[in-house]
C-alpha cells in the first residue's frame, strides 16, 4: 500500500486556507490602479514538475506559484516515491526513488494534467497504470492522441475498468502527426521520447510557450529536444537526463485576466513579471477595444479607454486567441457600446459561464459555437458559482464592475490556478474578501 498524503511545507496551511474559503465577495465600482507581479505559470508548471519523473536526482523548481493544482501534483509525486519540499515559491524534488507506476482516479479526476505522467512513467519505469480522466465542465477532453502517441513509441496500452495500463519494454522513437495540435499530448510524448531509443518527429505539434518552457527545463536535464514553439518537434532520445534547476515562465493567462480587470475598470496598473510576446493576441484584441498597453522593462501597464469597442474573437490554438482568456473577455464586451462575438473553436464547450453572467445582467446569446454579446447593459451583484478555473475568474472581473455586492462559490475551481488572488485584487484598490 501507498501512503494517501505525506505532507510537504506548507501543504496543510494552504488545504485549509482552500477548504475553508468557500466565497469570494467582491463589492464592484472601484477602479483599480497600481503594480503587481504575476506568479510563475500554472500550465508551464504542471508538466515541468511531472517531469522530473525523468531524471533520477534532485531537481530545484523556482517561481513555482501557490496553487491548489500544484499541491495535488505534489502528493502524487509523494504516491510515485519523490520526496517534495517547498520553501516558498522554490519546489526541490527528489526523484531518485521513483518506485510506484500507479495514479488513483482520486488525484486524475481533480487534476487532468496528472495525464502526462504518463508519458514520464513509461520512459523511467516501462510501466504506468493511470485512471482515465473523464470529462468535465469545458468538455468531453479525450486522450486519444496521448495514446496514440504512447502506442507509436511502442508501448502496449490496455483500457480496463477506467484505468490506463501502459507498458513498454523499450521506448523507441518515431514519427507521430497529431490530428490536433494538442497541448497535453504534445508535452506527453516529448517527455517519453527524451528517454526513447533514437528520434521522435512530432508533427502538427502545439507551439504554446509552456512547451518551449517545457522543452527548455528538459534541455537543461541533458535532453535533446529541437523546435519547441514550432509545428515540428524533434527529440533525439538519450540514455539519461541529469539534475537541474529551473524557473517557471510568468502565467500569461493570469496577466490577460489582470489586463482585462485594469481595462475594464477604467484603471491603470503595472504588470510585472510579464513577457509581453506571449501575449501578443490578447494584446492586440485589447488594443482593438480602445484599450492602451505600454511595454515598460519586463513589465505591461494597462490604461483603460474611456469606452469599450466592441470586437468579435475566435479561439484557436497557439499562436491564436488563447480559450484560457475567453471568459474574462465575453465580460469585457459586456461593457462595450455594440455586439461581440466570441467563438469557442478549442474545446466544444465552454460556455457554462454565460449563464452565471445572464444573472448577474450580461445580455449573452450563445448559438452553437458562439457567444453573442450585447455590450452596454447594467451589470448587477448576485450569488453566482464558478464552473470552471476561467469562468471564476470573469465572475470576479464581472463583480469588479457590477452594481452591489456579487457572492461567488465553488472557489475551489479559482484556486486551482490563481496565486492570491484575492490578495492581489484588493492591494490593486478592489473591494473583495474571502469568506
Ligand atoms: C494544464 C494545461 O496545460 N492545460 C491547458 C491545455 O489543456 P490540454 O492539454 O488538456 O488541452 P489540449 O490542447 O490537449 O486540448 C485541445 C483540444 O484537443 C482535444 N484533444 C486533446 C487531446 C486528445 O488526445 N484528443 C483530443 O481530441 C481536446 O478535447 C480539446 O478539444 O491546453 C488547453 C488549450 O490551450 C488549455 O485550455 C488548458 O489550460
Ligand atoms: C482549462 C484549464 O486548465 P486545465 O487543463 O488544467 O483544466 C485552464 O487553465 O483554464
Known sequence: MHPVTRPVNNFIGFVIRTYKLEKIIVTGGACLNGNIKISGAKNAVLPI??????SPGKNKILDVPDLSDVDILVEVLHILGAKVERNGNALDIDSSNITCFETPYEYVRKMRASILIMGPLLARLGKVKISMPGGCAIGTRPIDLHLKGMEALGATINVDRGYIEATATKLVGAKIYLDFPSVGATENIMMAATLAEGT??????????EIVDLANFLNSMGASVMGAGTNVIRIKGVKQLRETTHTVIPDRIEAGTFLVAGAITGGNILLENVIADHLKPVIAKLQECGV???????????????KVKPVDIKTLPYPGFPTDMQAQFMVLLSKALGTGVVSETVFENRFMHADELKRMGVDIRIEGRSAIIEGGKKITGCPVKATDLRAGAALIIAGLIAEGETEITNTFHIYRGYENIVDKFRSLGAKIREE
Do not use: C, D, S
Open 200 to 209: 521522435t518527429i512530432i508533427e502538427n505539434a502545439a507551439e504554446e510557450p
Open 49 to 54: 514538475i511531472i517531469g522530473t519523473i525523468l
Open 292 to 306: 492602451e498597453i505600454i511595454e515598460e522593462g519586463e513589465g505591461l501597464r494597462v490604461i483603460a479607454p474611456q
